[in-house]
T-cell receptor, first 111, second 114 residues
Framework: DVKVTQSSRYLVKRTGEKVFLECVQD?????MFWYRQDPGLGLRLIYF???????EKGDIPEGYSVSREKKERFSLILESASTSQTSMYLC??????????FGPGTRLTVT | DAKTTQPPSMDCAEGRAANLPCNHS???????VYWYRQIHSQGPQYIIH???NNETNEMASLIITEDRKSSTLILPHATLRDTAVYYC???????????????FGKGTKLSVKP
């Protein structure tokens, strides 16, 4: 079974803090994705990566950056957290583009 | 514009087959049909996908009509744990045509009842 793990299930941070969300997959997938999910807005793609050190912006990259130094690890960074970034963050990996396997999610609260 | 249409909700008795329909009348020749589900408070879960042949895996079966304008996801023996929102999406399977951005519609809320 594909396993995608995220560093935290719940996280509380203060406004202005730098936040790191880590995602690790164990299936040697080329593609990795970061989404956020908010009630009424559905799933929105923040960034994705199709290879080590490669990254592409999704629909809502503002306020976020990513890092992919190793194939199995894809990190999402909130440079200066704001209350508008309170959300559920979901990481996914996939060998194919639309066949994606999701982690359990990190519920981030910024106060 | 939504590329798929699904009924907003369905009920199914535990142990019975759940048949979830999806219409995708504008599907193009190189687009696949994908199914995901999302159980409350969890991340989406990939179920199955297909191009034109019927597909089966350990979770479900996917039946695609010959004209590919509609499909049905079948959960052969639904359990209470299958209660979730089920999403049908269409898209190209390789990077040539997609960023891999999963855009779910409203999906079908399946309630499995004892």
């Amino acid at each position: 079974d594909v396993k995608v793990t995220q560093s935290s299930r719940y996280l509380v941070k203060r406004t202005g803090e730098k936040v790191f969300l880590e995602c690790v997959q164990d299936m040697d997938h080329e593609n990795m994705f970061w989404y956020r999910q908010d009630p009424g807005l559905g799933l929105r793609l923040i960034y994705f990566s199709y290879d080590v050190k490669m990254k592409e912006k999704g629909d809502i990259p503002e306020g976020y950056s990513v890092s992919r130094e190793k194939k199995e690890r894809f990190s999402l960074i909130l440079e200066s957290a704001s209350t508008s970034q309170t959300s559920m963050y979901l990481c996914a990996s996939g060998a194919g583009v639309l066949e994606q396997y999701f982690g359990p999610g990190t519920r981030l609260t910024v106060t | 514009d939504a590329k798929t249409t699904q009924p907003p909700s369905m009920d199914c008795a535990e142990g019975r087959a759940a048949n979830l329909p999806c219409n995708h009348s504008t599907i193009s020749g190189n687009e696949y049909v994908y199914w995901y589900r999302q159980i409350h408070s969890q991340g989406p879960q990939y179920i199955i996908h297909g191009l034109k042949n019927n597909e089966t895996n350990e979770m479900a079966s996917l039946i695609i009509t010959e004209d590919r304008k509609s499909s049905t996801l079948i959960l052969p023996h639904a359990t209470l744990r299958d209660t979730a929102v089920y999403y049908c999406i269409v898209g190209e399977g390789d990077y040539g045509g997609s960023q891999g951005n999963l855009i779910f519609g409203k999906g079908t809320k399946l309630s499995v009842k004892p």
